[in-house]
């Protein structure tokens, strides 16, 4: 994406896993927060692919913001709004 053009949105991936508390709050928190600005965001479960569990191993939840690593363990709402903005 292009992140200079402002009518590109910006794209959003969770990685995180089953069963992982901490991945449920922030894919809530991932849900408001595009929902209310409109953004499509993907969540890929990381033990459903060997390389990213290997890559990611327990540091789940993980949020990338058009293609970059943005954060991990919580969302940061004012930053993550600022970066979709």
Do not use: K, W
């Not at 069963?19 to 408001?32: F, I, N, Q, S, T």
């Not at 927060?33 to 692919?49: K, N, Q, R």
């Not at 540091?59 to 004012?78: A, L, M, N, W």
């Amino acid at each position: 994406m292009n992140q200079n053009d402002p009518s590109v949105a910006a794209r959003v991936l969770l990685y995180s896993r089953s069963g992982c508390h901490l991945c449920e709050v922030a894919l809530a928190d991932v849900e408001r927060i595009c929902g209310d600005l409109a953004v499509e965001f993907d969540e890929v479960d990381v033990d459903t692919d060997p390389a990213l569990r290997a890559e990611y191993g327990d540091r789940v939840p993980v949020i990338v913001v058009d293609g970059g690593e943005h954060g991990y363990f919580s969302v940061d709402e004012p930053r993550l709004r600022a970066a979709l903005r």
